[in-house]
């Protein structure tokens, strides 16, 4: 009995002893594995100097900015200044340079009061930089904030600054920033030969790319193509930008962004960014999606609109000196109190929306305009909305396109989803 004893407390303390080493390497990882958290905070490719300076180092620069255009709370012409960057030219998107033009607004060329550095309006007549406009930069950096949209215009200054930096052999440095609406893709696409500066590329109205992403399929796609002999003596080659894109850190497609400054004058919050793909539709229509109230892009409605109670009066404003429906009482919906986190989730562009306005229409045949179709990226779709279609049925139409782009776009991703 006391050999059993004996026997049986060896056996214990010599499984204690020969256990013990195993338990400690499974609770303590090997050293060379490290553990790593992503940090909250979103670093856009514009912060990332140690990536691109010597690439501009020694070079004549020019700069496709805006008032989004920062590091942090800091201008990027500023700090790039600061470094000692040469930076000779300016070259300003739609809203011009400080971003408080009205949406379509006419903006000349002229020198930044601050710097003096000349500054190029690129909108208008003259979005496409020229020979003239180059001729004394080596080197362009493109930074400014879109918001995922096919609408939003920026896409259209990318692509003519990709198509003159191809003509003119420019370099082409693109510094990313996360995309507000890149969580999702949905929207109808433009049919043939439907392009204008609010449609210039075949992708669904809302394109899940972030601007270094798009700036990529466009050189892939070769979407830069110039058939005229003037400008490309070469017509039927392929054009491609030299391109280089400065990727942001800690950022994939899954993470919602708010933007720390309003991309433009009439997108002031994360509500308007979500609920401009919804609104835009608007653009194209008699109803006012809220230009011209301290709720741009949050609320719709107009005059004569029938059986809502809620109403609201546009007038001018700062980035709205004409807004539609100027002075007038509209009668619509606010959907400024909808939760961000409903609009996060739902993935999906809301049709019910333009729909139910259509509906509620008192003249129905004067509520659409021309510039529908010209968003829309033909005339299908209003004339799916004026035969009665169901969003549901509409959305039908949509899949074939919109799978066969999403194979395409992952081509030129560089976050994951």
Not at 178 to 201: I, Q, R, T
Not at 315 to 323: E, L, Y
Request: hydrophobic share 35%.
């Amino acid at each position: 009995m006391a050999f059993k004893k004996y026997f049986f407390y060896t056996l214990c303390a010599w499984l204690i002893i020969s256990v013990k080493p195993v338990l400690s390497q499974v609770a303590k990882p090997p050293k060379s594995i490290k553990i790593q958290v992503p940090p909250s905070t979103i670093i856009p490719g514009a912060a990332r100097t140690d990536i691109y300076l010597e690439l501009i180092k020694d070079k004549r620069v020019g700069l496709v900015i805006n008032q989004s255009s920062t590091i942090n709370v800091t201008p990027l012409l500023d700090t790039l200044l600061r470094l000692k960057i040469n930076v000779v030219k300016i070259l300003a998107p739609e809203h011009g340079f400080r971003g408080t033009a009205d949406a379509g607004e006419s903006i000349a060329n002229g020198l930044d009061t601050k710097t003096k550095i000349p500054i190029v309006s690129l909108y208008g007549d003259h979005k496409q930089p020229s020979k003239q406009d180059l001729s004394n930069i080596d080197v362009l950096v493109f930074d400014l904030q879109d918001v995922g949209v096919r609408f939003y215009t920026y896409v259209g200054t990318l692509h003519y600054v990709m198509l003159a930096a191809a003509l003119n052999n420019k370099e082409l440095i693109v510094l990313d920033r996360p995309n507000p609406n890149g969580f999702y893709v949905d929207g109808p696409l433009p049919e043939k030969n439907n392009h204008s500066f609010v449609c210039m590329h075949p992708v669904p109205v809302v394109h899940g790319l972030t601007i270094a992403e798009y700036a990529q399929m466009i050189n892939g796609e070769h979407w830069i193509e110039e058939n005229d002999p003037k400008l490309n003596p070469n017509v039927g080659d392929p054009l491609y930008c030299n391109l280089t894109v400065v990727p942001c850190k800690f950022y994939n497609h899954t993470r919602h962004y708010t933007l720390p400054i309003k991309p433009s004058p009439n997108l002031p919050n994360s509500t308007s960014i979500y609920l401009y793909p919804q609104l835009c539709w608007f653009e194209g229509t008699v109803v006012s999606l809220g230009r011209g109230t301290d709720k741009p892009f949050q609320q719709f409605g107009h005059p004569k609109l029938q059986n809502y109670s809620y109403s609201f009066i546009p007038k001018p404003t700062a980035g709205a000196k004409n807004p539609p429906c100027n002075g007038e009482k509209c009668f619509g919906r606010d959907l400024s109190e909808i939760p961000l986190q409903e609009l996060e989730n739902t993935k999906l562009i809301n049709l019910s929306y333009l729909l139910e306005a259509y509906k509620n229409s008192s003249d129905k045949s004067h509520f659409f305009n021309p510039f529908f179709s010209v968003l829309a990226g033909g005339k299908t779709l209003q004339e799916q909305i004026e035969k009665g279609m169901t969003e549901s049925e509409i959305r039908k139409t949509w899949e074939p396109a919109l799978a066969a782009f999403k194979i395409m776009r992952k081509r030129y991703l560089l976050y994951p989803e």
